[in-house]
């Protein structure tokens, strides 16, 4: 078993309870993530950081009839190396939803939630859009973030999620789905509602996606991203551009892929900004000790233009567990 520090998680620890007492009649499941190893990057100490976001929440499911159900997904984000919720002012961070599925309809959720952008992109990476260590997230969708005028006081809580949102997903038609959600509040300093929409493809071997994400600041962004399986390859890139406030246009692109050999699969990509000249460099290797533990070990050098004295080049590792709850 493990223990948590800190007060934050006593609610959650209450709900869990109650959660399975529920269970056998609602599908209540409490469901997580904890990723957590050692990074050392150029120019700085050795420190223990994650490779993944690290979560606990409670879903849950109730049959309704006629092929309806209602569902909930509450998620908290925490950071493993010291027990503390990841951003102190949004508890349920990850999500906070209630709403209804139809199997002919689709469904549709209250709260908040990932984008339609964000809830996808990450199958076009082979780190998942994490951000972290040697992740090319920063080169799928450049500077864009889904808030737009809340970043900074939320220490970017919003980055990737809509608040006082409405989510609509279709039901699956030949492998297509469609994602659509907008903000039905407008926050005091923002010039526009937050909207945005996916549209989907998932075959067998072939993958594909095109979202338009709109923020509450007016910044647009496009994405498509699409990958290719080869038997234990698989080949993957995304492309975007951002139309934002601060600068005239901003594009970006991913090329990367990854191979799986019985438990241990080999990942590597490529990501440039084209208008900055920022790029990177990533490979990693994963072995699966079980279908929910994974080892990893990653190395990864990025060139940016950050500082104002010229070019700037980050070198890293990263050896690190990850257990899915």
């Known amino acids: 078993m493990v223990f948590f520090r800190g007060g934050w998680f006593l609610p959650l620890l209450l709900a869990a309870g109650a959660a399975g007492q529920a269970s056998a009649q609602s599908g209540v499941v409490l469901y997580g993530n904890l990723d ?18 690290n979560w606990l929440g409670i879903k849950g499911e109730e049959d309704l009839g006629g092929g309806r159900s209602a569902i909930f997904n509450l998620q908290a984000r925490f950071n493993p190396d010291t027990g503390q919720q990841e951003r102190p002012l949004t508890f349920w961070q990850g999500e906070s939803t209630v709403g209804l599925v139809s199997q002919d309809k689709g469904s549709i959720r209250l709260g908040r939630a990932l984008s339609p952008l964000w809830h996808n992109v990450w199958e076009y990476e082979p780190w998942q859009n994490s951000g972290f260590n040697a992740s090319l997230a920063a080169y799928q969708t450049g500077g864009y973030s889904s808030d737009g005028v809340n970043d900074g006081a939320l220490g970017f809580a919003d980055f990737s999620r809509i608040s006082h949102g409405i989510f609509y997903n279709t039901p699956v038609m030949s492998g297509v789905t469609v994602h659509a959600a907008t903000g039905l509040e407008k926050a005091p300093n923002a010039t526009e509602r937050v909207m945005g929409t996916s549209i989907n493809y998932a075959g067998d071997a072939l993958g594909a996606m095109l979202s338009y994400e709109r923020n509450a600041r007016k910044d647009e962004i496009f994405f498509v991203g699409a990958y290719r399986q080869f038997g234990p390859a698989r080949i993957m890139a995304s492309i975007a551009q951002n139309r934002r406030a601060d600068i005239e246009r901003e594009r970006t692109f991913v090329l990367a892929g990854t191979y799986r050999i019985g438990a241990n699969t080999v ?53 690190g567990i990850s257990h899915a709850l």
């Open 267 to 319: 990942r590597a990509g490529y990501g440039r900004n084209r208008e900055t000249g920022n790029h990177k460099v990533s490979l990693g290797y994963v072995h699966a000790l079980s279908p929910r533990t994974s080892l990893y070990a990653d190395l990864y050098r990025e060139r940016t233009t950050a500082n104002p004295d010229g070019r700037n080049d980050r070198n890293g590792m990263a050896v």
């Open 36 to 53: 957590l190893g050692f990074v050392k990057e150029s120019g700085s100490s050795a420190r223990l950081d994650r490779g993944y976001n």
